[in-house]
């Protein structure tokens, strides 16, 4: 049984690295950009503030919020993507 056991760790061990090693990599990800991507939205949402009235009402008619938050999303993964694969682990 004991040789068992080793080999099942020794499967085990790199999948258990990996996905600590990921989840440490969204963690930082997370970490590092959500400041960037709030201070980005804030800037987007004072701006739109600005706007007349007739022209926040037809932004907001074309999902303006909902393009924001797209856009934060995109700029997010693409971040992490290549802090990915600068560590090489895809």
């Known amino acids: 049984m004991g040789a068992l056991g080793t080999w099942l760790v020794s499967l085990a061990a790199p999948a258990v690295r990996q996905i600590l090693l990921s989840l440490g990599i969204g963690l930082v990800s997370y970490a590092s950009l959500s400041s960037v991507v709030n201070t980005l939205l804030s800037n987007a949402k004072s701006y739109f503030n600005g706007l007349p009235s007739d022209l926040a009402a037809l932004v907001g008619l074309m999902g303006g919020g909902e393009i924001m938050s797209i856009l934060a999303g995109a700029m997010v993964a693409r971040v992490s993507l290549a802090a990915v ?6």
Not at 85 to 90: E, I, V
């Open 85 to 90: 694969k600068k560590l090489g682990l895809l």
